[in-house]
């Protein structure tokens, strides 16, 4: 039976009548506060009728701040109201709770907090009314209610303890309240300071869709505008590291943690446009980038291609021009391009100027794209042989190290030589990488490498007695993870084992082959003596 068939007998009229007399009462009133037994009878009313009770939760809000002896039975009977079975009783009750916070703001964290519980209401009607509800208390106080409403969505050291509404909240907050920042968010810079500070600490434990639609939003703020002083475009830097956990491994063994790997991809992606790292932080993130190459998804690929032939373009010199190379730089750039493009080919048509057939309308073979292949390919030649003639250098070195190893006499001395020897022996390994992958480059339609060939420098040899764990390109993400809502799993920092170290040091010898990276381009063509004096 709808309200509008219902049939209102002489009692409900009596208890409709009686709230009319009851809120004239209070309305007329000089000091309302007198009228303790006016209030009661509203509260006392929306026990009985229907219409009854969708009056009493218009007139117990309106009330409320004049009786603060009955403020927790006044805020119980409303709730009573809201858990009513009438769905009009219910749409009334939860209309009427953002009054229970226009001059009480005490109460406005726990009115926020009734209101998240209902944002999963299966009516329509009654989700519109709590999201009006909602909207209403920001526009009251926006610090607050953010604040309250980001309490459900948690943090690394207080975590939610309801998924569903967690996710019902990410949805609100995204659809409802970012569209509106710039009515909602005043005073401007203070309050996207807020917003920005609960986003920082929620982003410590969210999926890799989330942590986008966080990132893309926090773009948009006036604050990292393009008049933003240098430390404010650090500080997204800043966010997009502490996410991307450079100090963690990423573990093959854990590549069947999709969530990780696309928390990781998206973080590479946001980063790598910026690029504003200090050069140790550079390393890792091109490390982790090398690393996570090979398991993601064609989609990602073909988003994240660009700008690593961006920083290609970057770190690999054209001839003659005096420009530094960074190898590991350059080996980790070209690995991740060899994985990426061999996701995505037809996406270098445009980024290097092949000639990849695939049929598709993205090959884009009816356009001119001649000038980038002449510049990779300049580029190519250029790192070639700044490789050959490192290597040559190095081979030397491995000579000179053995012949001081004869002579050395102490322990300590053994051990000096035997850490440039291993020095030495990595440089080669990032050398014979780089011409390995430099090399199927040159073809205007070139096979790229997708498979385990290439075993990057810094990482131990697989033993084949150890079973690896692998992920096929074409398994999918969970389905919510692309739009950010949905039921997803939710993988703080360091959940799923990510806390080993990112790199393997055993043989490595960063400190000395640091120092070779950063070789000016001009001496290693000159040949002279100057790497061989590094070990």
Same mark, same amino acid.
């Given at each position: 039976?709808?309200?509008?068939t219902i049939t209102i007998?002489a ?7 009686k709230?009319y007399?009851f809120?004239e009462?209070?309305?007329e009133?000089k000091?309302?506060?007198?009228n ?7 509260m006392?009313?929306a026990k ?7 009056l009493?939760?218009q007139?117990i809000?309106r009330?409320?701040k004049f009786?603060?002896e ?7 009977t409303?709730?009573?109201?809201i ?5 009009a009783?219910r749409?009334?009750a939860?209309?009427?709770?953002p ?10 964290s726990k ?12 009516e ?5 009314a709590?999201h009006?509800a909602?909207?209403?208390l920001l &526009?009251?106080? =926006?610090?607050?209610?953010?604040s309250? /409403? ?6 690394? $050291?207080?975590?939610? #303890? !309801?998924?569903l509404?967690r996710?019902?909240?990410l949805?609100?907050? &995204?659809?409802k =309240?970012f569209?509106l920042?710039?009515e /909602?968010?005043?005073p401007?810079e203070?309050? $996207?300071?807020?917003? #920005? !500070?609960l986003i920082?600490k ?11 639609m966080?990132?893309?939003?926090l773009?948009?703020?006036?604050i990292?505008g393009?008049?933003?002083?240098s430390e404010?475009m650090?500080?997204l830097v800043?966010?997009i590291?502490g996410q991307?956990?450079?100090?963690s491994a ?6 069947s943690?999709?969530?990780h790997?696309?928390?990781?991809i998206?973080?590479?992606y946001?980063a790598l446009p910026f690029?504003?790292?200090p050069?140790?932080r550079?390393?890792d993130?091109?490390?982790a980038l090398?690393?996570i190459?090979?398991f993601?998804?064609?989609?990602d690929?073909r988003?994240i291609l660009?700008?690593v032939v961006?920083?290609?373009k970057k770190?690999?010199p054209?001839r003659r021009?005096g420009e530094?190379?960074?190898f590991?730089?350059v080996?980790?750039?070209l690995?991740a391009f060899?994985?990426l493009?061999?996701?995505?080919p037809?996406?270098?048509n445009s980024l ?12 884009r073979?009816?356009e001119d ?6 510049d ?5 030649n250029s790192?070639e042989d700044l490789?050959?003639?490192t290597m040559?250098?190095?081979t ?13 006499k102490s322990?300590?001395?053994k051990?000096?030589?035997?850490t ?5 022996t990595?440089?080669?390994r990032?050398?014979n990488n ?11 339609t070139?096979s790229?490498?997708g498979d ?8 131990e040899?697989?033993?084949?007695s150890v079973p690896s764990?692998?992920?096929q ?5 969970p389905?919510?993870a692309a739009n ?5 799993a939710?993988?703080?920092?360091g959940?799923?084992?990510l806390?080993?170290q990112l ?5 490595q010898?960063e400190?000395a082959f640091?120092k070779l990276d ?6 290693m ?9 590094l070990?």
């Amino acid at each position: 039976m709808t309200d509008s068939t219902i049939t209102i007998t002489a009692s409900d009229a009596s208890h409709i009548e009686k709230l009319y007399e009851f809120g004239e009462r209070l309305s007329e009133s000089k000091d309302k506060s007198q009228n303790v037994k006016d209030y009661q009878g509203i509260m006392d009313a929306a026990k009985t009728s229907i219409k009854a009770k969708q009056l009493a939760a218009q007139l117990i809000p309106r009330f409320f701040k004049f009786f603060p002896e009955l403020s927790s039975q006044a805020v119980e009977t409303q709730i009573d109201l809201i858990e009513q079975e009438e769905l009009a009783v219910r749409v009334q009750a939860i209309r009427g709770l953002p009054l229970f916070c226009k001059d009480t703001p005490e109460y406005l964290s726990k009115i926020v907090d009734i209101l998240v519980q209902l944002l999963a209401a299966e009516e329509i009607v009654e989700r519109d009314a709590v999201h009006k509800a909602l909207m209403s208390l920001l &526009r009251q106080d =926006v610090k607050a209610s953010l604040s309250a /409403l980001f309490k459900h969505i948690g943090t690394v $050291e207080e975590p939610s #303890t !309801d998924e569903l509404i967690r996710e019902k909240v990410l949805s609100f907050v &995204r659809d409802k =309240v970012f569209p509106l920042k710039a009515e /909602l968010l005043r005073p401007q810079e203070e309050m $996207e300071r807020h917003i #920005t !500070d609960l986003i920082k600490k929620s982003s410590e434990d969210v999926t890799g869709a989330e942590f986008r639609m966080f990132m893309d939003f926090l773009k948009t703020l006036g604050i990292f505008g393009h008049k933003a002083p240098s430390e404010r475009m650090k500080e997204l830097v800043e966010i997009i590291e502490g996410q991307a956990d450079l100090d963690s491994a990423f573990d093959v063994a854990q590549v069947s943690d999709t969530d990780h790997i696309d928390r990781l991809i998206s973080c590479l992606y946001m980063a790598l446009p910026f690029f504003l790292l200090p050069d140790e932080r550079k390393l890792d993130l091109l490390k982790a980038l090398a690393e996570i190459s090979p398991f993601t998804l064609p989609q990602d690929s073909r988003q994240i291609l660009p700008s690593v032939v961006q920083l290609l373009k970057k770190y690999m010199p054209r001839r003659r021009s005096g420009e530094e190379m960074n190898f590991t730089y350059v080996e980790c750039l070209l690995y991740a391009f060899h994985h990426l493009a061999h996701k995505a080919p037809n996406a270098t048509n445009s980024l290097c100027g092949y000639k990849i057939v695939t049929g598709q309308p993205s090959d884009r073979l009816g356009e001119d794209f001649s000038e980038f292949n002449t510049d990779l390919i300049e580029r190519l030649n250029s790192v070639e042989d700044l490789t050959r003639a490192t290597m040559k250098k190095l081979t030397q070195g491995m000579a000179e190290h053995n012949k001081a190893m004869a002579a050395a006499k102490s322990d300590e001395a053994k051990d000096n030589i035997k850490t440039q020897k291993q020095n030495t022996t990595t440089g080669l390994r990032t050398c014979n990488n780089i011409l390995a992958m430099t090399k199927p480059l040159h073809s205007k339609t070139p096979s790229f490498i997708g498979d385990k060939s290439v075993n990057l420098s810094w990482k131990e040899l697989t033993k084949p007695s150890v079973p690896s764990t692998t992920i096929q390109a074409g398994v999918k993400r969970p389905a919510a993870a692309a739009n950010g809502s949905g039921n997803m799993a939710k993988k703080g920092r360091g959940a799923g084992g990510l806390h080993n170290q990112l790199v393997n040091r055993a043989l490595q010898g960063e400190e000395a082959f640091s120092k070779l990276d950063a070789f000016p381009q001009e001496k290693m063509m000159n040949r002279d003596s100057a790497v061989i004096e590094l070990y």
